[in-house]
């Protein structure tokens, strides 16, 4: 009776199979690192970039604080339109639609919205929306400007707009401190404070 015999290679086809897994598993790592660490690294470089920026921290801050003091239905809207306004001048950024003036455009909205939370300046809805709207397409294209080559452009836009989102709520928060004597001079000193960073920082885009 003659036994029968295993060849070369299907004694070393398990073998095979490792080494065929092995060379699959080292091609496809790359190619699917690449766009994770791309998005992973926009989203972080977006939501870092507003409270990175003392006049983004400040003039996002104040919208919230500003939108607070108008109240209903501005404490809300102005939160929500101003992320969304943002974006669109994130992308206008991104695809390099310039915007002259745009840093001299964020310095004064530091001084009009630290104005606005300082004088508690009572306006209509639709004239509040406008203002922050202009403001917000300045603000978003300077982030969209400055998107790191590395980065995912759609990541980095919902990190910053999350971002802006939070600040805004930090903002609406310090509002809220106006139901108290002491916390309406605490605003109304803020404001004054932000609207004299506002006049620094026009002056130095100004004189540069």
């Known amino acids: 009776m003659v036994l029968p015999t295993l060849s070369h290679w299907e004694l070393n086809r398990p073998a095979l199979g490792l080494a065929a897994l092995a060379l699959v598993t080292l091609v496809a790592e790359p190619a ?3 766009p994770f660490a791309g998005t992973a690294i926009g989203f972080a470089a977006g939501f870092l970039h507003p409270p990175s920026g003392l006049d983004h921290m400040l003039a996002m801050v104040s919208v919230g604080i500003w939108g607070a003091e108008l109240g209903a239905p501005a404490i809300w809207l102005l939160p929500i339109v101003f992320p969304l306004i943002m974006a669109v001048g994130g992308a206008a950024g ?4 310039p915007l002259p003036e745009g840093e001299l455009l964020i310095g004064i909205s530091v001084l009009v919205l630290g104005s606005l939370v300082a004088s508690a300046q009572r306006v209509p809805v639709w004239a509040a929306v406008a203002v922050a709207g202009v403001f917000a397409i300045a603000h978003g294209h300077a982030h969209g400007v ?3 080559l590395s980065a995912d452009a759609l990541a980095f836009t919902i990190g910053f707009v999350i971002s802006t989102g939070l ?3 930090c903002g609406i928060l310090i509002g809220l ?3 108290w004597p002491a916390g309406i001079i605490a605003i109304r000193t803020g404001g004054l ?5 506002g006049c620094y ?6 004189v540069a």
């Open 167 to 169: 600040l805004h709520l």
């Open 201 to 206: 920082l026009v002056y130095g885009d100004v």
């Open 193 to 197: 404070m932000i609207a004299l960073a």
């Open 32 to 34: 699917a690192a690449h």
């Open 146 to 148: 400055e998107l790191p």
């Open 177 to 179: 401190l106006s139901r």
């Open 94 to 97: 991104v695809i390099g639609v």
